[in-house]
């Protein structure tokens, strides 16, 4: 099992690679270890302190300015705390993607609450359930949503229009005491069940991942970043809160209704300097480039799924010289856990990619399926342990949490049995091998075949069903049943 070397890399030519990810114009600030230990809303108000003139959101011609944000936000968070709506309960936010979601977000955040964002994608039996296990607390939307909402929303669920019902109240900083461990976020992802099932995380977890992003890429002020992701997915808050815990600007494009279509004229457009993304948009996208395309562009980063040799090929043919590719790797659960920086030199020799070097503050272990650390270059499951990285669990499934979640007696230090199967070469160098479950990842998304057959075998006249991955001849992963 064991994978040769990455040719010349090594961890010090990673630390060398690192160190190019810097905006030649920008004043980049540190984020601290304490920094951390504070709520998401507080940070953000110290932004806007800092920056309240600069744009923060962006899309197509409608573009807010920090100030302009918390302003909503805050108008939001009054109505909230306005309400009787049980504090322990997420609420839900429905909405196009775009401006609006994040600043539900934020709001909700300020307010001292838990957002839940709901996908318009999903049909309306999946919100119902959704909705229904996060406790049917509240949900906010706009006049666009309000039909849709009340179609899968239990009548008993009460539903804000984030434009009407929050008018005449306060545009100030609602002054919520709210610390870092306290839960900030849910967000549902498919069940070996054949159920969604909600994965909550707390204002530590979400601060500690973005700041490490921040400190390896140097992010600042002067960043301008895009947001791809829709905001439902945890993937999105990488964009989201780089941009806005930073005082960078961030701009929004509907990858579902707009596509490709003008996405290239978008990012050189505006000067995007960070684009995050997954190698199966990238791989289509970057088809489609036109020479000497995205001149400003310093951070390619991809995740989700695997990296292929070929996405190394695109990347250097396609991409600008100063350009730096990062392939990250985590989950929801854990968060990021390791990172692989490449540049124009970079020569990998391995069979795969590797998925890189330990994020500081992470400790991966590999077992077998006895529980025991295996070898070095020998095959295992990935198991992770940390202190602030960590998601709190499955959201009303004690059973499943204390299965997957492990607490060290005396100690704050959790492990989490990510399902992955890796290896680790002797320099910390960890691949990752594919699932030990039945779980697939498509395009980004992990996708539980069970849910799938669960469906499909629900139909009137399926006496069975099965589900199936199908790779092509470029590496892009299909589902047929």
């Known amino acids: 099992m064991y994978e040769e070397p990455i040719g010349a890399e090594d961890f010090l030519r990673q630390k060398e690679i690192q160190a190019k990810c810097f905006h030649a114009s920008g004043e980049w600030r540190e984020c601290k270890p304490e920094d951390a230990l504070q709520s998401i809303a507080s940070r953000f108000e110290e932004i806007v302190a800092l920056y309240p003139e600069r744009v923060a959101i962006k899309m197509g011609e409608r573009s807010l300015t920090y100030s302009q944000v918390n302003e909503s936000a805050n108008r939001l968070a009054h109505c909230l705390l306005a309400t009787n709506h049980d504090s322990s309960l997420p609420v839900g936010i429905l909405f196009e993607h775009g401006v609006s979601p994040i600043i539900a977000m934020l709001g ?258 590999l077992l077998d399926d006895s529980g025991n650390a295996v070898e070095v270059g020998q095959a295992g499951e990935i198991v992770v342990r940390n202190t602030h990285y960590m998601a709190y669990g499955y959201w009303r499934q004690p059973e499943l949490t204390q299965e997957r979640f492990l607490s060290t007696p005396g100690s704050d230090i959790r492990t989490f049995l990510l399902g992955d199967i890796g290896l680790m070469r002797s320099d910390g160098c960890l691949f990752m091998l594919g699932r030990k479950d039945f779980q697939v990842k498509i395009r980004g998304h992990r996708i539980e075949v069970g849910e799938i057959e669960n469906a499909l075998s629900a139909y009137q006249g399926v006496r069975d069903s099965a589900v199936v991955v199908v790779t092509d001849e470029i590496g892009d992963a299909q589902l047929v049943a």
């Open 108 to 365: 909700v955040l300020k307010a001292g609450k838990i957002f839940l964002v709901l996908d318009l994608a999903y049909p309306n039996l999946k919100l119902t359930h959704i909705l229904a296990d996060a406790g049917n607390g509240l949900l906010v939307t706009n006049q666009k949503n309000l039909t849709r909402a009340r179609e899968f929303a239990s009548p008993t669920t009460p539903i804000l229009d984030i434009h009407q019902d929050v008018e005449g109240f306060p545009d100030t900083n609602p002054g919520i005491a709210i610390s870092g461990g306290d839960t900030a976020y849910l967000v549902y992802t498919s069940g070996s069940t054949g159920s969604p099932k909600g994965i909550f995380s707390p204002h530590k977890m979400l601060l500690t991942n973005i700041m490490g992003y921040i400190n390896v890429l140097h992010v600042c002020a002067e960043d301008r970043i895009a947001n791809l992701h829709n905001c439902a997915f945890a993937s999105s808050f990488t964009e989201i809160f780089c941009t806005l815990l930073t005082g960078a600007a961030l701009y929004t494009w509907d990858f579902a209704v707009d596509g490709f279509t003008g996405l290239q004229e978008m990012l050189d457009g505006e000067a995007i300097t960070i684009l995050n993304w997954g190698p199966t948009p990238f791989r289509h996208f970057t088809s489609l480039l036109t020479p000497n395309a995205l001149s400003s562009l310093r951070v390619l980063m991809l995740g989700n799924e695997p990296l292929l040799h070929s996405d190394i090929d695109l990347y250097k043919c396609y991409y600008p010289d100063n350009t730096i590719l990062v392939h990250r790797f985590g989950s929801s659960e854990s968060g990021n856990i390791a990172r692989l920086f490449i540049d124009k030199t970079t020569e990998i020799d391995s069979k795969t990619v590797p998925v890189g070097y330990l994020v500081p503050g992470q400790e991966v272990l």
